[in-house]
């Protein structure tokens, strides 16, 4: 159950770190000059943030002594020696794959081992931006299939519960981590600042298809954190999480919620209760505390979360453990 777990939090981790990084892809392979892209910023301070470009790229003063982002970002994509890189988030995934390899389908390690063999950097000369796209692209749809066939194949035992707990936790911390560092960043959120959130979530379409209306931010943070009935939103994830916790195995004669159950309930509650057209209203007057709050404190109780499912369920790891680092001991 551990390296499930495991599994499904590197499964989402790749998927968002693919999709963030395609959509800066996109825009440097435009024709606009990159100091034009008005939403590039606020997209490199995401991926700084992230760990996969050096902090200095989004430092007033620094950008000049380190080289254009257009060279920078094949190493972000393929350089297996940065922690941060999507070449080393899908070898982990690999990896921790590799030791419940007997709880997998024959093709959903088929699509798992042809991701880890053909998502490498060109053979002959250093990777460019123009390797770039091609590759994610093809990596996010296999990412796809190998999720669906995965889910689809496996049986709905504890092992499969606690895979799709890994997923949604990692999912739901993704989508705060983007809405913490783009839309609450600041009051003037531009709408492409907006389209870019929105495609990097997968939400794209379903706002537009949504809304007639131009790009606005009540209706993005609905979309985002609290729309239940969109499979990309946090609340969505919450209600998934709350699912799980409720049928962990648990002593029956506990009359009270158990810690896990209690820090779910409580998240979910809080987007609930939330009013998100107040919410946005605040924070175009300025007042981006509110918002930024909210955001911190989702970002606290999902780790704390995982924390107890691992300590009451999982192999005891230690606190603090980052992603990146996990190297999987046994199943």
Not at 278 to 306: I, R, Y
Not at 317 to 328: F, K, M, N, T
Request: proline letters at 5%; aromatic letters at 4%.
């Amino acid at each position: 159950a551990d390296n499930l777990y495991w599994l499904g939090r590197h499964m989402e981790r790749a998927d968002a770190a693919a999709r963030l990084l395609r959509t800066v892809a996109l825009r440097l392979s435009s024709e606009s000059e990159a100091t034009s892209i008005v939403e590039l910023p606020t997209l490199l301070r995401v991926l700084a943030q992230q760990g996969q470009i050096e902090p200095g790229f989004v430092v007033e003063g620094m950008r000049d002594q380190l080289p254009r982002i257009e060279q920078a970002l094949p190493s972000a994509v393929f350089d297996e020696s940065q922690s941060g890189s999507l070449r080393t988030i899908v070898s982990g995934m690999f990896r921790t794959a590799s030791i419940v390899r007997d709880r997998m389908s024959v093709d959903s390690w088929r699509i798992l081992h042809r991701m880890d063999e053909l998502f490498r950097p060109p053979l002959h000369g250093a990777a460019e931006l123009g390797d770039v796209l091609p590759a994610i692209n093809e990596l996010i749809i296999d990412l796809a299939v190998f999720s669906g066939t995965v889910m689809e194949s496996m049986t709905r035992t504890l092992g499969w519960r606690f895979l799709d707990l890994g997923r949604r936790l990692e999912r739901a911390l993704q989508i705060i981590a983007l809405v913490r560092h783009t839309l609450a960043h600041s009051n003037n959120v531009q709408g492409p600042v907006l389209e870019s959130v929105l495609q990097i979530a997968e939400c794209l379409m379903t706002y537009r298809s949504r809304y007639l209306a131009n790009l606005q931010l009540a209706a993005t943070l609905d979309l985002l954190l609290t729309d239940e009935t969109n499979p990309r939103s946090v609340a969505y994830q919450l209600v998934q999480i709350a699912e799980h916790v409720q049928r962990l195995p648990r002593e029956q004669t506990q009359p009270l919620y158990a810690p896990e159950q209690r820090l779910a309930m409580t998240s979910l509650h809080m987007l609930r209760m939330l009013d998100i057209q107040l919410l946005a209203e605040q924070h175009v007057l300025g007042e981006q505390q509110p918002l930024e709050q909210l955001l911190e404190e989702l970002d606290t109780q999902l780790p704390k979360l995982s924390e107890v499912i691992s300590h009451k369920y999982l192999i005891h790891v230690g606190p603090g453990r980052q992603l990146a680092e996990i190297r999987p001991e046994c199943t």
